[in-house]
Structures are given as structure tokens and as C-alpha cells.
């Protein structure tokens, strides 16, 4: 079919349905054969009965006549507003104020259709998002539109150079998802106010979070638009969302994340949207021991209440606090050197904390990050081995003779039985030792990747060369 049959034949189909539309009284009514003089005199009769019902079918088909369209928008617009459908009654509005633009009433009529329609707008799009978070976490809503617009900002960074018709998809999609993370800060905003009782602090945290939901509606305004700001304004979003998440992060969130930033410190990948991989595991571990004591004793409560939940003792919260304070002391020393000293027991320190957290599986987050974390987890077992420990394995096996099979062996005979199974399932472990580090380094890759990608966005005024042109 040639463009022009094409064509012709769209022309021809949106007549039609404007045909249909006209004659919608027609198609649904005992209206065929009467005029418009007719159904306008019947319509304003229901309406002057108190039908508006009956009044709006018959006078609504009559706002796209040749002869009473501006009156019958008119009384349709004032039927729409005093039912409450501000949003119609200001479209009807708009028809009678384009057949008389110079019409005092229907300017004053159409003024007030729209007088704080947006207010309302705004106002539905509140109740419903709200709505929907009702029984959701708003640490975890915060944590996901994090994870979402750090894939927002690396995609902002290149999607440009792609050909035209691929770019305007990619523009809409990461426009429309950051106007959907956009809708997590009306959640964040009840709950960080609520967080705090303090007038002075509320009014504070009110004012960053409107100013962090401007961030992310203009970065949604700008992907939309292909506009070059785009990226930056991505960067400023997914800095407001890092940094309110830090706030909120129950702990094993917080630990899950602080094992990934540490460990990302220890290989020394390099930085992302300009934060210091060391100082954000600083970060974590601060926003941990703020959160734990009464996270721990909000647990300690629910697991009395609910028997399936494990138990967490008072001796595994100390531990977790002495484990915690000490953690905290190593990356401050971590963060002021050039050369870090004890990276690798920062790791050892975290994984420990992240173990001794209860693994209910329920919506505390600390089984909901283990898997994102498992390419990280116990990344020092190898090390360790290069250190010696290999060398422990015959002693254990000269003085103690158990029935650990084909397993490998590497710590000293231990007399207490909870220190053997301890020791038995790291010797599990052990036999992973050689996978884990290759995924450890894999998923290392990866964030260079998309590093690499943050370094073109830097770079994206400059015109690629042809042979490097994404088409």
C-alpha cells in the first residue's frame, strides 16, 4: 500500500470517528431524527428538572455542533463541575471559550473550571500513592527507586548517541520511570516526618524532600525531553535518594550495603557519581549502629510474639555492637590514610555482623540483600589460604580424626562443639572459595562498566567519531 492510500485511509477513519462521535446521541438515543434545536430544548429541560444524568447524554454529543456547541459546552461544563468532575468540566469549558474567546462570562466560566484543578490533580495523585504503599516498607520503596535511578543516570549517559527512533523510546522509558520514582518521595515524605518531633527538624526534612522530588521530576522532564542537563540532573537525583535511603536503612540493609561498598573500597573500583567507596562504607556502618538498638529490640518484641521467627539473643546483640563499634573505628582509619590498612578486616568484621543478624526471611531486608551480596561473601577465605592456613590442615588431621570426609581441614582441633560447627561449615565454605572470588571479580567488572559509562556522560558535548557512533 503506498504512503498516499495510507494516509487517505487515516484521514478517512479519524472522519469516521468524529462522524460517530456527532452522532452519539444517534447511536444510543431515540435522537435520529431530531434536530439540534430539538435535543438542546430536551437536554436543558432534564436539566432544569434536575435529570443532569439524562440532561448530560443529550447535551454532551451537541458540544461538536456546528450551531450550539458553545452553549451546550457551557451547560455541560456547569453539570461536570457541580458533579465533581472538575477535570471534563474544564475541557467542556475550554470549547465554549474557543467559540467565544471574547465572551466576559464564558472567560469568568472557564476561570473558574480550572482554578485549582492542578491543586487537585496533584492532590488524587497523593491519596493514590499513598494508597498503593499501604503495608509496604518505605525504607525498602526507598532503597528499590535508588537502585532504579542509579540505572536511570548510567543509561542518561549514553542514550543520545543512539539512532533517532531508538533514542526517543529510550527517552520515554527512563522518563517515565523517573517520574515513577518521583512517587516515592510523597511516601518518604510521611514517613520522615512522622520520624521526627521536633517542628524546626520536620519543617528541614520538608523542605529537602521537596527539593529532592524537584530533583527527580526535572530529571524526568529533561530524559523526556533529550535535553542535555538530562544527565546531570539524574546525578543530583540518585545523590538525593542515596542519601535519604542512608538515612532510613534498617540494618541488615545497611550491612548488605556496607559489605558491597567495602569490598568495592578493598578492590579499589573506582568511584561512582563522584562518593568515595571507603567513605560510603563509613556511611553504612553509621547508619547501622543509629538504626540497631531499637531495630534489635523492635525484633527481640515481634519474635516473641511470632514463634517462627529465630530467636536473637542478648549475647549476639552485644557481639553485633562490639563488632559494630570496632568496624566503625577501622574505616576511619580506612578513609584518612592513602594506602588503607585493614581493608580486608573490615570485610572479615561485616560478614561476621551480617551472620549474626536473624535470617527470618520476612521484610527486614536481611535475606532480601543475601543474594545480591553473594558474590562478595567471604572473599578473604582465599586469601587466607595463600596465608598459611592450608598449613593447619594436617595438624587438625594429626590430632583429631573425625569423620569429615574428603572435606579440607584448616583450622586448629577445637575442644568446644559450637566452635567445631562453626569451623565445620567455614570448611564448606572453603570448597567455594575459588568461585566466589571469580564472581567477586565479576561483578567488579561490572561496575567498571558502569563507570566507563558515567566517564562518556562526562564526555557526551564532544562528538564521537564516526567509527564509534552507536546507529
Not at 78 to 104: C, V
Request: charged share 35%; net charge negative; with cysteine.
Amino acid at each position: 500500500m503506498s504512503k498516499n492510500r495510507i494516509e487517505t485511509k487515516f484521514f478517512t477513519l479519524i472522519f469516521a470517528a468524529l462522524l460517530a462521535i456527532g452522532r452519539f446521541s444517534s447511536a444510543f438515543c431515540a435522537d435520529a431524527n431530531k434536530s439540534d434545536v430539538e435535543i438542546w430544548n430536551e437536554g436543558v429541560e432534564l436539566y432544569r428538572k434536575g435529570d443532569v444524568t439524562n440532561a448530560l447524554s443529550k447535551l454532551k454529543p451537541l458540544t461538536l455542533s456546528k450551531d450550539y456547541a458553545s452553549r451546550a459546552a457551557e451547560v455541560v461544563a456547569k453539570i461536570e463541575f457541580e458533579t465533581g468532575d472538575r477535570e471534563n468540566a474544564a475541557l467542556s469549558a475550554q470549547i465554549a471559550l474557543r467559540a467565544n474567546p471574547k465572551d466576559d462570562r464564558v472567560n469568568r466560566n472557564f476561570t473558574r473550571a480550572v482554578d485549582g484543578l492542578l491543586e487537585l490533580k496533584e492532590s488524587k495523585r497523593v491519596e493514590q500513592v499513598l494508597k498503593s504503599s499501604e503495608g509496604k516498607d518505605p525504607s525498602s520503596l526507598l532503597e528499590s527507586a535508588m537502585r532504579k535511578m542509579r540505572e536511570i543516570m548510567v543509561s542518561s549517559a549514553t542514550y543520545t548517541t543512539n539512532a533517532p527512533q531508538r533514542r526517543v523510546e529510550m527517552a520515554d522509558r527512563l522518563s517515565s520511570e523517573a517520574s515513577k520514582a518521583a512517587d516515592t518521595w510523597i511516601v518518604a515524605r510521611r514517613f520522615l516526618q512522622n520520624a521526627v518531633t521536633n517542628e524546626e527538624q520536620a519543617a528541614t526534612m520538608q523542605m529537602q524532600v521537596d527539593e529532592a522530588e524537584k530533583h527527580t521530576l526535572e530529571a524526568a522532564r529533561r530524559l523526556g525531553d533529550i535535553e542535555e542537563g538530562a544527565f546531570e540532573s539524574a546525578s543530583q537525583s540518585e545523590h538525593d535518594f542515596t542519601r535519604f535511603f542512608k538515612l532510613v536503612a534498617m540494618p541488615p540493609s545497611a550491612i548488605a550495603e556496607d559489605l558491597v561498598a567495602q569490598s568495592n573500597a578493598w578492590l579499589d573500583v573506582e568511584v561512582f557519581n563522584d562518593r568515595q567507596w571507603q567513605s560510603e562504607a563509613l556511611d553504612y556502618t553509621r547508619a547501622f549502629r543509629a538504626k540497631f538498638p531499637a531495630w534489635a529490640k523492635a525484633y527481640e518484641e515481634q519474635a516473641l510474639a511470632d514463634t517462627n521467627k529465630p530467636p536473637f539473643t542478648a549475647e549476639a546483640q552485644a557481639q553485633i555492637s562490639s563488632l559494630a563499634t570496632e568496624l566503625e573505628k577501622i574505616q576511619i582509619e580506612c578513609v584518612s590514610k592513602n594506602l588503607p590498612p585493614k581493608q580486608e578486616e573490615a570485610i572479615d568484621i561485616i560478614i561476621k555482623i551480617r551472620d549474626l543478624l536473624p535470617k527470618d526471611g520476612g521484610g527486614s531486608g536481611s535475606n532480601n540483600q543475601q543474594g545480591q551480596n553473594n558474590d562478595n561473601k567471604d572473599k578473604n577465605s582465599g586469601e587466607k589460604n595463600k596465608n598459611g592456613d592450608d598449613d593447619k590442615a594436617p595438624k587438625q588431621n594429626d590430632e583429631k580424626n573425625d569423620d569429615l570426609g574428603d572435606q579440607k581441614q584448616d583450622e586448629e582441633n577445637q575442644e568446644d562443639k559450637e566452635e567445631e560447627e562453626e569451623k565445620s561449615s567455614e570448611e564448606k565454605e572453603e570448597s567455594k572459595d575459588e568461585k566466589e572470588i571469580e564472581a567477586l571479580l565479576k561483578k567488579a567488572q561490572e561496575r567498571n562498566d558502569e563507570h566507563e559509562a558515567e566517564k562518556k556522560a562526562r564526555m557526551r558535548k564532544a562528538p564521537l567519531p564516526p567509527n564509534e557512533r552507536d546507529w
